[in-house]
């Protein structure tokens, strides 16, 4: 199991010219897979180009910037942007992103395959939908590239199948934004992204909590969370490297000798929030309230991680939920 490094709930694009099938599908799939229509190729193309700039936008930090210097030995340096994952979440259109294309076969301006031909340079990820006589079609379609999936409209499971696929295809979307990534921060604090025993936790964690949105978090290291009412919570994940680390932080800053304790025997997990997210005197009178209770995962190696509710006035302010999101769009 792989883990996306941010991941928040986007759109489904249905194209069809059939406005009647439209609906239809649009109330199947509910608010569960937000979905926009489109009847006419030429409009849905538009559209798709419209939002799908806001994806390309985030191309400048999920990539790593390199510096190249002219002395040796070292000609250059790569610097990672996590702090800037967050501020994703800031974004007003970021529902909206299409990360599934659901396209019919037969229409009359252009076929489902030209269509997809038009959006072959977008990152969202592509169904086709196809009558029994388009199946040799959708297969060379497929072997191309062109699609990631194919279903006949026909078949008795064709709805149970095509939400299935719109989900794991969505988590596909999000894992092909993170690859360029993924090798960096495993070699370095963020190792746990490439741990399946954590992307099983942050699963876990999402559904515990009903979380909608994450984003990887800097300082302290792990996800920043939100539920689909908008509230903000903070999944931290620490090696034992980095409990050690908090550990002697805190001692050779005069720390608390209960809180001393408490890190040593792992029994809390801390969020020292700003700066380099370790202890300060900042923290002194009241560090209970910046500790949760230490709870285990054993994956590669042992992670040690816990949960926080955070005040949005400690971040960015609040963000808009996905909840208002649905409201506004079910008038549409």
């Not at 019919?104 to 076929?111: A, E, R, S, T, W």
């Not at 199948?161 to 960096?184: C, K, N, P």
């Not at 997990?269 to 560090?287: E, L, R, T």
């Amino acid at each position: 199991m792989s883990l996306p490094i941010y991941q928040h709930p986007t759109m489904t694009v249905l194209v069809d010219d059939s406005t009647s099938f439209l609906h239809s599908l649009r109330f199947q799939l509910g608010n569960a897979l937000p979905s926009t229509t489109f009847s006419d190729a030429p409009s849905a193309l538009a559209w798709l180009r419209e939002y799908s700039e806001d994806s390309t936008d985030l191309e400048g930090f999920l990539s790593p910037c390199v510096d190249t210097y002219t002395r040796e030995p070292q000609p250059f340096s790569v610097a990672l942007h996590v702090e800037q994952l967050s501020c994703i979440s800031q974004r007003a259109r970021r529902f909206m992103t299409p990360t599934t294309l659901v396209i019919d076969y037969l229409m009359p301006q252009m076929n489902g395959i030209e269509f997809c031909e038009a959006v072959q340079d977008l990152p969202c990820k592509k169904i086709l939908l196809t009558g029994v006589a388009d199946e040799k079609q959708a297969i060379a379609a497929f072997n191309r590239g062109l699609i990631d999936r194919y279903i006949r409209k026909s078949d008795p499971d064709a709805l149970d199948r095509l939400e299935a696929d719109i989900v794991t295809l969505q988590r596909q979307y999000f894992l092909a934004q993170s690859r360029v990534v993924h090798g960096l921060l495993s070699l370095h604090d963020y190792r746990f992204v490439s741990d399946p025993a954590v992307a099983g936790l942050v699963d876990q964690v999402a559904k515990a909590y009903q979380i909608v949105e994450h984003y990887l978090y800097k300082n302290p290291s792990g996800f920043l969370m939100y539920d689909a009412e908008g509230r903000p919570h903070l999944l931290v994940i620490e090696t034992e490297h980095g409990m050690q680390a908090h550990y002697e932080m805190a001692r050779d800053s005069g720390a608390p000798q209960a809180l001393l304790e408490a890190l040593r025997a792992r029994r809390v997990i801390p969020n020292f929030s700003g700066g380099d997210g370790m202890y300060s005197a900042a923290f002194d009178d009241a560090w209970y309230n910046y500790t949760a209770p230490a709870q285990e995962c054993q994956g590669r190696e042992r992670y040690y991680w816990g949960m926080f509710d955070l005040d949005p006035i400690t971040l960015d302010g609040p963000v808009e939920p996905f909840s208002a999101f649905l409201r506004k769009h079910q008038g549409r």
